[in-house]
């Protein structure tokens, strides 16, 4: 937490109700030496930050029913404890809203659990990190974009900011640092945070929380440990299956990571479907769980188009079929799909699966 000069100066005491361990730090009331200190002390993510004052974070923990000293879960990759205070400590430098704490807490909770592999995500030489996707009541409220420029541009408050508390968490909480315990060659700019909802009134499905076993009237976070946007688009398939069939083997690119694992049972591929194209396909699979048979299908490359070098590694790892097939994923249920973006009916996006972790999904608790 921080004290601006000028608070200490004039500004009455925060009223009692926990009480905060974090320490203290006296800094001028002026945001540009904030953010200086902020990149000095290797706390910053290079984009200016609020100053968490006591005041600030005292208002941030109104958004939760938990205490400050409430134990949210262990942050990699320096085995951290994060408290509650402390994710709301990062929630106020990232811009966040009280009501999106219980967002940001629920985030952290799914990317602790052990099947999605936290520490191996914050360490690898990837580029992956936790994507956020959100469904539920609140996404219209709290500004988490889901319709025309949702993965970047669209500048709703809870997608720029709850995505970013969760990242800082990672960073200041967890002691994440790229080139020290963070070997990442390339990075990506989800980095700094990415979260976005589903269109969930424009689906032909149910909602991604639905198929996962929540509630509708539940706001749930969902992560994903994606390699970032590999966009796709189409102008010239009139027939929604001919389209379907090209996305699949479109997933299904010979460098993914998800063929340098020895198992093709880890991971999801993510697949946004902008609103028009999921009329179409809906029209020809009303149910999702024969869409994903249909992607899962035909998300394969044939053994010959691997130099020989690469044949014999996937031969040795059991990744090729009697038919010479070599496929992306091991069960259709591995494809996941969610409905958003603007309703120029060109465009899909793939979150590329990073391969050694579980999608992760909790619900927030608010207060």
Sequence with gaps: MLKTRSQISSAPSAPSIDPLASEVVEVDDDPVAFLELSLRSEWGDGLP?????EERVRAMLAGTPYHA?????????GRREATVELAA???VMAGCEPAGL???IAALEAIATPEFNAFGITTTTSGTHPMLIVNGPSRDRLGIDYGPGCMGGAAGRG????GRAVSLCLRNVGGQRVGKNSKSVFGQPARTGLCFAEWEERSPWPSLACQLGFQADEDVVTVHAGKGTFPMADTNNDDALDLLYLVAKTTAFPLSNKYLTPSASNGQMVLAFNPLWA???GRVFPDIVELQGYLFEHAWQPIDLW?????AVLEANGRVDEKGRVRLCARPDQFVVIVCGGLGGLHAVCLPSWGDSEMASRAAVHA
């Design 102 to 104: 219980p967002l940001v």
């Design 307 to 311: 130099p020989a070098a690469n044949q």
């Design 159 to 162: 997608s720029m900011t709850i």
């Design 279 to 281: 009329e179409r396909f």
């Design 69 to 77: 000293d409430d134990v949210v879960a262990e942050l990699p990759p």
């Design 89 to 91: 400590i990062n929630a």
């Design 49 to 53: 930050m609020v100053p968490p004052t």
